[in-house]
Structure formats: C-alpha cells, structure tokens
C-alpha cells in the first residue's frame, strides 16, 4: 500500500511503499496521525464556464492543463486532513479553483460554496482542508493585484443625466484600491468601435481631480481612478440617446471593455 510520509508541519516527503510485514525495533513505531493515504495522481484539463461545469478534482495530485482564464477544476467535499495539490501547467493563463458544487465549502475567505481562488499562470498551490467545510491554500499562488477588468455600470442621475461608475478588479472581482490611469470614451458601437456621432447638449464630466486629459470634446478622455480604483463619469444630454456605450481601454492589456447600452439610465 503506499502512503505520503511527511514529517510533522510539513509538507509530504513522497510515496513510501510497503510490501511485505513491517517491524521496528524496541521503543520505535509509526505514528498513523503523521501519515496520509495517497489518493493518487491525474493530469486533468480544465473545463467548463462556472462552477457547476468545472472539471471535477477525484485525484490528490493534480496536473491541470487547457486554463484558459475561464475554464476551471472544482475541488472534492473539504475533509480535514485530505489535502489536495494542483498544478496549473498554463504559462500564460488563470485558472479558476471552485469548492464543490452546491456545497457550503470555503476556499481561504472567499465566499461559501461559490467562491473561486484563482491560481496563477504556471503556479503551484496545495489545498489544506481543515474542516468539513473549510479550505486554505498554501503559499502565494492566488489572486494577482494586476488588473483583470474594469466594470462598468450605468445608473440614472440628475435630470438629464447618465451616470457611469469605472471600478479596476483583480480576478477573484474585488476593487484594486489603488490609482489607475484609464483611457475612456463614449461610443455608439457596442464593440466600442469609434466615438460616438451624438452631439451631448450638456456637460461630460468626471469626479473631482480624476479627469487628467479630455482629448476629444464630451466623448474621449484619459482619467485617473481614486485610491479606490474608481472613477464616476456624469454626462448630461437632454436627448438621452439609449445607444451609447461607455468604453474603456483595459489598463493592463489594452482590450477593450465597453458597458451596456445607455438605455433608460437617463435621469
């Protein structure tokens, strides 16, 4: 049968096999509470779209191949003392690591049953159940605090007014409270192709001292975020077109990132 020896406080030495009786000598013995079963080896590819339709984890040692900064693996139910390794083998891709689905089981302080740790590009990472419900990762194979998006919301103001909120997150969704320069215009394109041809009647403007540069008249600008990581832009058209869209260059790849339609989030 084999099993991972490890010392106590640390991490398996590798699979010891024992074939035949095994003896020791007077005084000496095997402490059972310092050994851990193997569960066995898989090279798994990451699948899905969300956490129902991840590639499920049955293995304790996990090569995953195919992250793709969307598909992911989700872990087994939280069994203290059943710790879990998985590989991300991508160089250049995140991959999502979900607890089981439609289970109360938390990964580290993410949210219960749905939150997703996201390990790294070519990362590494063990996963230390510690209760029936509880997950830690080992090390610091997690979240980036590089951005990952900028989302965009849309909300009725003042009179006449649209009201559209920028905030920078990381990968696991939370602000990245820190200042970001963002490029922003307005388009009509829902691709964010082009300024938008729309003549705006009132003003477009940002919160205080976030507008570095309005390189285009009420429709194209640069900005820099709060320490928040959140900028508030206010356009004023009393037309209130419900074909414009607020785009945004992503501050670390250069995609574009364009809201919803304006609709009728006009004041």
Known sequence: MGYNVRKRGE???GPVQFKGAVSFGEGAGLDFSEVQ???GAEALAAAGSGQSTYAQITKQLNAVTGADGTKGVALPAASAGKAIFIVNTDAS???NVAPIYEGNDQINALTSGTGVFVLQPGAAAWFI???ATKWYVEGDAGVSTDPDTVSISLAAGATNTLVATLTVRDAAGDAIAAVH??????SENANGIGLTGD???GDATWGANQELEEITSKKRFTVLTTTGGIATLSIVDSAKPADQYIAVRHPRTGRVIVSAASGANWG
């Open 37 to 39: 079963a193997v569960l």
């Open 199 to 201: 003549t705006i009647s």
């Open 11 to 13: 991490m398996f030495l």
């Open 129 to 131: 159940p510690t209760s």
């Open 93 to 95: 891709n995140e991959l």
């Open 181 to 186: 320069q963002l490029e922003v215009w307005i």
